[in-house]
DNA sequence: TGCTTTTGTCACCGACTGGTGATATAAAGT
DNA sequence: ACTTTATATCACCAGTCGGTGACAAAAGCA
């Protein structure tokens, strides 16, 4: 087996293996050389170390929700725009979440984002803050009323971020049980009779 | 200098120490003794181990803001009964954080919190969900408009805790920068406006 | 066939980790 | 002064870490 495509595909994906069964602490040349069967040198020679490897896992992996996913298609966006302002967005945030809770591994890396930066969690940042532009871009087309909605979709993502992050952990927060999908249904029905409230205002 | 509680005491504070220098990852039993100039098998001898130095330093530390910081005095907390809900609410949000960014070391581990358990995550998870049913307990006096405030409250500390845990390592998100001061107060100032459009429909 | 390049293994390095048993030394009690 | 006890140091363990140089074997090419 000198095939050396297999060879880096197998290194490449042990990231994603490792991190998912052990968690990111464990990632390192010598266990994703172990999990991948291989030498720890071909770290080195194909990938010029951990972070170039990290690279590449970034533009390997499905590890965040495209503008699709969120937005829908066409259609979807019209259909969208349709709504009021403050169920649109709310179904936006709700899609936005759904996705995330979908993808542990994403979790993981978002979580580390926090205390360590290294190559793989700086791909992660990048991609989020892409997609964060075309969203933004994307929801213009939204009826919503006036507010300074930079800062409130921030304040909304924030909020995701962290209740992803750390009901991982941590399953209570102020006596809510954060795991339960209720308790994401009721920030997000609390969020839309917020925006709901500031739209009666606005006429 | 066989001074047992003087040495005991160099131990704890080295943790605090070793988590402002190097963060949290650098704290280890062989990092802890030898900043505190001291061998590391008293760390066994007198905590049991790192986990005990964890809650030995948890218990000396002043790192989590008590009701009293947020809330004020009790003339204070009956000045804040005759604001208008939203500001009055905004207002405890607005000290919370100031308290939270105050303290670096409690913010690292908060970090941490959700990267891996420990005593002394532990102890900071335990001292932070007492301070919630306290303040649970007091913005009751408040005049709230009807909501499910439990859900709301806790989407606010979500974004407060992620804002102020990300923005240590990653300066902007969505554009914004969100280690100014500015883009704290116009969170807070989405905030009290939602809440206000909802006093002003519960009329 | 023989030579070169690619692909991969192996053994080893120094530095660090958490953890322990034996030992020195200062203080306290008699 | 002598013994006991509390306090602290030291040397060492096995294991892991990231990293490197020497070598083996397969593949490509002449």
Redesign the interface.
């Known amino acids: 087996m000198r095939d050396k495509l297999e060879t880096k595909s197998k290194l490449v994906s042990s990231v994603g293996e490792l991190i998912g069964r052990k968690?990111?602490?464990a990632v390192g040349v010598n266990a994703v050389a172990r999990t991948a069967g291989v030498d720890k040198v071909l770290i080195y020679r194909y990938f010029d170390g951990l972070e170039g490897l990290y690279k590449a896992y970034a533009a390997s992996a499905d590890f965040w929700p495209s503008v699709e996913e969120i937005l829908g298609t066409q259609e979807q966006q019209a259909e969208l725009q349709s709504l009021p302002g403050s169920k649109a967005l709310t179904l936006v945030f709700r899609r936005y979440a759904q996705a995330l809770r979908a993808r542990p591994t994403t979790i993981e890396i978002l979580?580390?984002?926090?205390?360590?930066?290294n190559g793989l969690t700086e791909a992660l940042?990048h991609v989020r803050?892409e997609m964060?532009?075309k969203m933004?871009e994307s929801m213009r087309q939204l009826n919503l009323p006036n507010?300074?909605w930079?800062?409130?979709?921030?304040?909304?993502?924030?909020?995701?971020?962290?209740?992803a992050?750390?009901a991982?952990?941590?399953r209570?927060?102020?006596?809510?049980d954060?795991q339960a999908d209720e308790?994401w249904e009721?920030?997000f029905?609390?969020?839309e009779?917020?925006?709901a409230?500031?739209e009666?205002?606005d006429d």
Do not use: C, Q
């Open positions: 968690g990111f602490n979580a580390w984002e926090t205390v360590e930066r940042e803050e964060g532009l933004a507010a300074d930079p800062s409130i979709v921030n304040m909304m993502v924030f909020a995701i971020h962290y209740a992050v750390r991982r952990k941590i209570h927060f102020n006596g809510i954060i308790a009721r920030m029905l609390s969020f009779r917020m925006i409230a500031m009666v205002l």
